[in-house]
Nanobody, 123 residues
Framework: QVQLVESGGGSVQAGGSLRLSCAASGPTNSRGCMIWFRQASGKEREWVAL???????TLADYVKGRATLSQDVTNNTLYLEMNSLKPEDTAMYYC?????????????????WGQGTQVTVSS
């Protein structure tokens, strides 16, 4: 059973930065693709950043240029660093795993989920 624990969320002003962490435990070969989603109040969940099983990564257009996805294999942690934060980045951010390959950007494809970490950006 893969377990995911997110941390690093918080309240920041527009233009600020945060680094979100997703600590993974459990069978490495069950994790597959790892992805960050976010869900704002009253909106559908949307993907933010995807790490493929070969360690390549891709970012959603709405965070491209403002976000960086990285991984520390020594402590099994996936990081999402977000800069130049905007009020529209306010959401609960979730880490998910357990898909693929092939990877996917829709939430129903993922088996394992963390509890989420809240990001609030004020103007």
């Amino acid at each position: 059973q893969v377990q995911l624990v997110e941390s690093g969320g918080g309240s920041v002003q527009a233009g600020g930065s945060l680094r979100l962490s997703c600590a993974a435990s459990g069978p490495t070969n069950s994790r597959g693709c790892m992805i960050w989603f976010r869900q704002a109040s009253g909106k559908e969940r949307e993907w933010v950043a995807l790490r493929y099983s070969n360690s390549r990564s891709t970012l959603a257009d709405y965070v491209k240029g403002r976000a960086t996805l990285s991984q520390d294999v020594t402590n099994n942690t996936l990081y999402l660093e977000m800069n130049s934060l905007k009020p529209e980045d306010t959401a609960m951010y979730y880490c998910a795993a357990g898909r693929g390959p092939p990877c996917a950007t829709w939430d129903g494809a993922y088996k394992y989920w963390g509890q989420g970490t809240q990001v609030t950006v004020s103007s």
